[in-house]
């Protein structure tokens, strides 16, 4: 297949880690076989970090990032990459405890997930005006240290603009949609939108229903068109794909199943008379050149 794909956000890890899923062989929306069709798959897998595991969180990223390297360290496809992350910072007990996951090649950390905790305020509280705490602002500065990003996806409204007070690297909401579009505090409204775009960042669009038309129903051209506002707010370098598969308990677009589907929105994008270069830069160019440009060129 003629496309390269840079999908910020997936849940894979967790699948594999708690279902005993396998990442090779097609039980996963996210998976090795189902990358191989394109002419190049980036995949960032993320960490996460759910409620029930709050009171061991240290622990829980731990095994979620021996998980990771268990299933990457071997895998010899070479169209195929992996970056891995962090969603929700709960197991970041103190600074030393970031520089350890950072030197086990974490890449990108969302502070929080829906909850506030210790670091920051949670997409789910957005009445209660709570932003970085002194102790996430100085998590925020150490990541800044190790070059990892900051994910905004998770925060609530006052962290996201805290975060961009704070952080020196683009800033990058791995897998959000526009708030414009589709209400939901889980997306992003159009200023937020620019002040990414100003940072030199790029927002993922999530392809979860909710998210998408905020209901359990959606198509392909949903999502187009949550790619489509982007792209008139200036973001035709800020516009990336954040799929969320493996973490929405199946609930996709129609006509979409895990990731060997995606070409369908590329496809749909060159239908509606998008340029083969603004294709790419939404299938993979734009995530790959932000990561490129801080953990290659730098």
Not at 48 to 55: L, M, Q, S
Not at 180 to 192: G, W
Not at 201 to 213: D, E, H, K, R
Request: charged letters at 20%.
């Amino acid at each position: 297949m003629k496309y390269s794909v840079f999908d910020a956000h997936c849940d894979t890890l967790c699948k594999i880690l708690d279902g005993g899923a396998d990442f090779l062989s097609g039980t996963c929306e996210t998976g090795a076989d189902r990358m191989s069709g394109y002419a190049s798959y980036t995949q960032v897998m993320a960490c996460f970090v759910a409620p029930k595991y709050y009171k061991t969180a240290k622990g829980r990223t731990l095994s979620l990032i021996n998980t990771y390297h268990r299933i990457t360290d071997n895998l010899s496809a070479p169209n195929i990459k992996t970056i891995l992350s962090i969603e929700g910072g709960e197991g970041i007990e103190d600074l030393k405890t970031l520089d350890e996951f950072c030197s086990m090649g974490v890449k990108m950390i969302a502070l929080t997930w829906n909850n506030t905790n210790a670091l920051a305020g949670g997409a789910h509280e957005t009445d209660r005006g709570i932003g970085l705490s002194d102790f996430g602002k100085a998590v925020i500065s150490r990541m800044n240290e190790h070059s990892v990003f900051a994910d905004v996806s998770h925060l609530n409204d006052r962290s996201f603009y805290d975060v961009l007070e704070h952080t020196k690297l683009p800033v990058i909401a791995s897998h959000s949609c526009s708030r414009k579009i589709c209400s939901h505090p889980r997306n992003i409204t159009d200023d937020m939108f620019k002040r990414i775009v100003n940072t030199g960042g790029c927002v993922g669009i999530n392809l979860y229903p909710m998210f998408l038309t905020r209901s359990h129903n959606a198509v392909i051209d949903d999502a187009v068109r949550h790619i489509e506002h982007f792209m008139g707010l200036g973001g035709e370098d800020s516009v990336g794909i954040g799929s969320d598969f493996d973490g929405v308990n199946g609930h996709l677009p129609s006509g979409i199943s895990g990731c060997q589907d995606l070409y369908k929105i590329f496809d749909r994008l060159l239908q509606l008379n998008y340029s083969d270069l603004q294709v790419e830069k939404i299938s993979h160019g734009n995530f790959r050149r932000i990561f490129e440009k801080v953990y290659i060129n730098s």
